[in-house]
């Protein structure tokens, strides 16, 4: 399994309602693509700002072939990166 946790930080408040709206759709489509075992969107309570994508990929091949879909490149790439800070975490999991 590959784990893939990103912390994204809209650069402006007045992005959040967009960003929340975004990160669904990328989360919907993701759940449907091969090796996505997991795809999950956090928006912080504490600081608004603040969103955390939790994803599982099966191999790291699924998690390079999700880079190159159309809503990764068309969507995420200019739509959501522009409006954010964003902090990847490739993980291991523990337990």
Known sequence: MVYNNVILKAKD??????????LIAQ????????GC??????HSESEPEVF???ECWTTQA?????RST????E???PRVLP????MPHPCQRLI
């Open 13 to 22: 408040v007045g992005y959040i309602n967009e960003l929340k709206q975004l």
């Open 27 to 34: 989360a919907e489509a993701s759940l449907t693509e091969i």
């Open 37 to 42: 075992e997991r795809f999950e969107v956090y």
């Open 52 to 54: 955390f994508l939790i």
């Open 62 to 66: 699924d998690l390079d072939t999700h």
């Open 70 to 73: 159309p809503h990764f490149v």
């Open 75 to 77: 969507v995420y790439r």
């Open 83 to 86: 409006l954010v800070e964003r």
